[in-house]
């Protein structure tokens, strides 16, 4: 292959030091004989604050980086400093990779493509007339969206912060009038997941630092599908417990997978080889966690 452009790749964002992003995205180039370099551009190591997003994009242009991935809490900010923003992430107000072009910086977000092409891949033909979804902050906007783009026809958000729940359910609700969009207590959970054909969850529950399960097991029936958007580790208690219990289940694994897999895309032009990059993902991860068989297969 003709390795003419060296690609410099930046990933902005608080905590993103140990990010498995940035080897994922070099292990592919590798494999298909593009250079690459990918760095970790933590605010918190460089004592930079969020709200210096600009500037960030600034210095990264000048100092020649092709793109950016950005994070949490960036997502939304950075929208206010790119020239040009995809109509699917300017329709959920988030980004999560600019890309530096001759005509101006131009805003992406793969984490709800990532989502759906995830659910696509990992749990073919489940239904989606109602979802229920446990979580309301930045990655569950992405999910909820994914969602309504597949085809659900009614969503139900459960979070802690109800007006927060509520608020991603007005903006949904708009953007998709022919869904119904609705929220719900976690006391109210028996009674919607009763009717739902699917739960997703978006909440920090179930990560190494934050073990246990988001809602009681006893919720959890076979013809319940379960996604987690945890991949640390891959088999949460969550998804275990759901497995036990007769659910088809969607690792968190997959959507971090396909989220890079488009990126890489965006920045290269290249499409990578997206089992490659599942292989490059689980060889990163398997020092964290036993591999999740529904991702491996």
């Known amino acids: 292959m003709n390795d003419a452009h060296p690609y410099l790749v930046g990933l902005i964002g608080t905590g993103v030091l140990p990010s498995l992003t940035p080897p994922m ?8 004989g593009i250079t690459y370099v990918y760095r970790p551009l933590d605010l918190t190591a460089l004592g930079i604050a969020p709200d210096r997003i600009g500037d ?15 994070t949490h ?31 101006g910086r131009v805003g992406y977000n793969t984490d709800t493509t990532g989502f759906a092409a995830a659910f696509g891949d990992g ?8 979802v229920v979804q446990l979580g309301a902050g930045g990655a569950g906007s992405a999910v909820a969206d994914a969602l309504l783009r597949l ?20 903006d949904l609700g708009r953007r998709h009038p022919l869904a119904a969009v609705d929220t719900a207590s976690a006391a109210d959970l028996p009674a919607v997941l009763a009717d739902a054909d699917g739960l ?5 529950v179930g990560m190494a630092e934050h073990p246990g ?5 006893d919720l959890l029936r076979p013809e319940l599908w379960v996604a987690d958007i945890v991949y640390r580790p891959l088999d949460t208690e969550l998804l275990v417990t759901a497995r036990e219990r007769g659910c088809r289940t969607l690792s968190g694994g997959r959507m971090a997978v396909h989220q890079a897999v488009a990126a890489f895309a965006l920045i290269t032009g290249t499409r990578p080889d997206p089992d490659r990059m599942t292989a490059h993902f689980l060889d990163l991860v398997a020092a964290d966690s036993p ?3 529904a991702l491996a297969r």
């Open 151 to 170: 085809g659900t026809t009614r969503l139900s958000i459960v979070d802690l912060d109800p007006i927060r729940a509520t608020a991603l359910a007005d």
């Open 56 to 70: 960030l994009l600034a210095w990264a242009e000048r100092l020649g980086y092709d793109a950016v991935n950005v």
């Open 213 to 217: 399960l988001p809602l009681d097991a």
């Open 200 to 204: 997703v969850h978006c909440t920090p």
């Open 291 to 293: 591999v999740d068989p």
């Open 25 to 32: 995205h070099m292990a592919e180039a590798r494999a298909l």
């Open 123 to 130: 749990l073919p033909g489940a239904g989606t007339r109602h």
């Open 73 to 103: 809490p960036c997502k939304q900010s950075v929208l206010a400093h790119l020239d040009r923003v995809d109509p699917v992430a300017a329709a959920l107000g988030a980004v999560n990779t600019v890309l530096f072009t001759p005509a």
